[in-house]
């Protein structure tokens, strides 16, 4: 019962934002609405299996845009990646020392908080090196909710508007309208003809197996990156481009997966957030405005468009700047690779630097 409300609720929450056409919607709201009734004391666990099968659409559908244009996209980002990588190296030792300096938090809680990394990995960590989790967690669940809940309206109603309003003073109007359209990484969510049901099956068999074993060899978001890895292999070695399943499966995925996001503000994670409100709020505008200057610098740099590049930097999660990245008509073959760099970065290449400076 208590799932079954958590998902109507997710339903509820997903269905208000999209009437005031709120970006990214299908994540958002779900997010915004469990979050809502977990401050007031509602609390349930989504199942595993749910969480894995979210995450495996999501892998699914990312890998089918791994096209063979796409793929050449792909190499002309690994320059960006390497530097975002070393960017944020720096970056979180800055953060870090910064935030021991005006709180009560021990270095490897402080640093920690600020690793660009998400709450779960975050927390993972935080086990490992002794520090304080409740809050490490509470830290990373502020600035992930103030990423998904001010970027999209940031990012929409005002960086889009002001970038469109720049381009108009060098273009015709009609050649504003025209660039969308001839961005070829970007794939529209197309339903397919009617062998869709068991060409779904088939990816979805195709993306566990690669999920199990990414997590069996403990990689970074082994499910969705398992199943996207799988899918793309499939799709290269294949003689024909696929085309993606009805959208329909991956809309619900975008819904069940807010609602999984959401049952992490738990009651205590508030409370933990009070003791530290004026630290969360200094380190979110530090870490936001960051994120904008760097979009800037990359999009400038790697010649990208700017909502890309920004899109790219985020610290939110691989998952949510995808979602956002349709929503904004953005690069996502890029963007997926430089979150990657991020998250790796944030797993695997900062907590062996800690080992040495800590």
Known sequence: MSLIILFVVSYIGYRLFELVHFPASRIVGPIFAVTLIQAFGFSTEVPSLFKMGFSVVFGVYLGLRFDKDAQKQLLKAIVPAVVLSVSYVFITILYGSILTAVSHMDQNTAFLAVIPGGVAEAGVLAVSFNANLAQVSSFQLIRYLSIVLIMPLLSKFIIVPLI???????????????????????LELEPKDNRSLYSSIWFL?????????????????????????????????????????NVRYYEWAQIGMGAVIGTSFTKESFMQMRTLIWPMLMMTVLIVTTSIILGFIFSKIFRMDYITGLMSVLPGGISTMIILAEDLDADIVTISTLQLARLITAVAFIPILYQWLL
Do not use: C, D, W
């Open 205 to 245: 068999v195709v993306g566990s197996l690669g999920s199990f074993l990414f997590y069996q060899i403990h990689f970074p978001a082994a499910l969705l990156l398992g199943a996207t890895v799988f899918i793309a292999l499939l799709q290269t070695l294949s003689p024909v481009a696929f085309k993606l399943p």
């Open 164 to 186: 469109n309003r720049h381009k108009s003073a060098e273009n015709e109007v009609q050649e504003i309208k025209n660039e969308h359209p001839e961005r070829g990484t970007h």
